[in-house]
């Protein structure tokens, strides 16, 4: 069945940074553009950003823009999320997924992993 285990969290002073990753299993990531999304507490998961397949598109939300950035590996079957210059309103749980496509808002899943915690505070 689908697995998406999520890992690199951490905490970190303002300005720091954390790559985040994201080992799928159970599908092949070549099939999908893949996303990064992140709840934060007391508030709905939110979509962060996502890659097309080919990995030629990306998309992200204004808030990360310029900071964040998302790659993804299908031979290793992972994607990634390269967190720079860390403000405390990026603290959440940070989880992954797939999409239909790099423009869908909806994950291509219902299942989703444990996430990440991320807390950006000094």
């Known amino acids: 069945q689908v697995q998406l285990v999520e890992s690199g969290g951490g905490r970190v002073q303002p300005g720091g940074s954390l790559r985040l990753s994201c080992a799928a299993s159970?599908?092949?990531?070549?099939?999908?553009?893949m996303s990064w999304w992140r709840q934060a507490p007391g508030k709905e998961r939110e979509l962060v950003t996502s890659i097309s397949r080919d990995g030629g598109t990306t998309t992200v939300i204004t808030p990360v823009k310029g900071r964040f950035s998302i790659s993804r590996d299908d031979a290793r079957n992972m994607a990634f999320l390269q967190m720079n210059s860390l403000k405390p309103e990026d603290t959440a749980v940070y989880f992954c997924?797939?999409?239909?496509?790099?423009?869908?808002?909806?994950?291509?899943?219902?299942?989703w992993g444990q996430g990440t915690q991320v807390v950006v505070s000094s």
């Open positions: 997924n797939a999409l239909r496509d790099v423009w869908a808002q909806a994950p291509a899943f219902h299942s």
């Open positions: 159970g599908f092949a990531i070549s099939g999908y553009a």
